[in-house]
């Protein structure tokens, strides 16, 4: 047999390195496992829901339908939010924002009854458009009756009476025209064939029409 070779002495661990390599795996386990805490836990998710502009409409309904009292503060979707609390009646807008570091706002704008269309004995609140209101903030103490006189069924809620004489009636009463005039209407009628005719006697009611086109 030749020569053997001295046996080499085993290599030493590198204790460093494997050191090293233990911490940076505890320290990022650590990390997820704070990050999956944090995700599904209560500290990033919604504490408080307000509710600002409601009046016609419960606050209490709208947060609940608005749904977003616990929801993740990530990718909180106020859009959508806004979207479902504007299908309520009586909400005309909506709009959700955060505030603070757990709050969530929801300002809501309803529609404002501005006075009534009647048809036979059913009243109906309108606002300015036309629009016939199911809910809605009151109508002021003095707002006008809009009379429709031969009139069939009378409007369901959403639907729209005639514009322009909703429209004329509101300019009539804004402008002065009636104080300027002297005169103090006692009834406003809507007539399919005629138009708007504005009662208050025979010879103001002439005045009206040849002055501002009023049958």
Request: aromatic share 6%; proline share 7%.
């Amino acid at each position: 047999l030749g020569p053997q070779r001295p046996q080499q002495p085993p290599a030493p661990l590198p204790w460093r390195r494997l050191f090293r390599g233990a911490v940076a795996g505890a320290i990022g386990l650590l990390v997820v496992i704070g990050a999956v805490w944090l995700f599904r836990g209560s500290l990033l998710r919604v504490h408080s829901v307000s509710v600002v502009g409601a009046q016609a409409v419960d606050a209490r309904i709208i947060a609940g339908t608005a749904n977003v009292s616990n929801a993740r503060l990530l990718g909180l979707d106020g859009a959508a939010a806004a979207k479902r609390v504007e299908a309520l009646p009586g909400v005309k807008r909506a709009a959700v924002h955060r505030e603070g570091p757990r709050g969530v706002v929801i300002d809501v704008t309803e529609y404002q009854a501005w006075g009534y269309w009647q048809v036979g004995g059913v009243r109906s609140a309108i606002d300015l458009d036309g629009r016939v209101l199911d809910k809605a903030r009151p109508a002021p103490n003095d707002a006008p009756t809009i009379y429709e006189v031969g009139g069939g069924t009378p409007p369901q809620p959403g639907a729209t009476v005639d514009v322009d004489t909703v429209s004329v009636v509101a300019r009539l009463l804004r402008d002065g025209t009636f104080d300027r005039m002297k005169v103090k209407p006692e009834r406003f009628e809507f007539q399919r064939n005629r138009g708007l005719v504005v009662r208050r006697s025979e010879e103001h009611t002439s005045e009206l029409q040849s002055r501002f086109g009023i049958s």
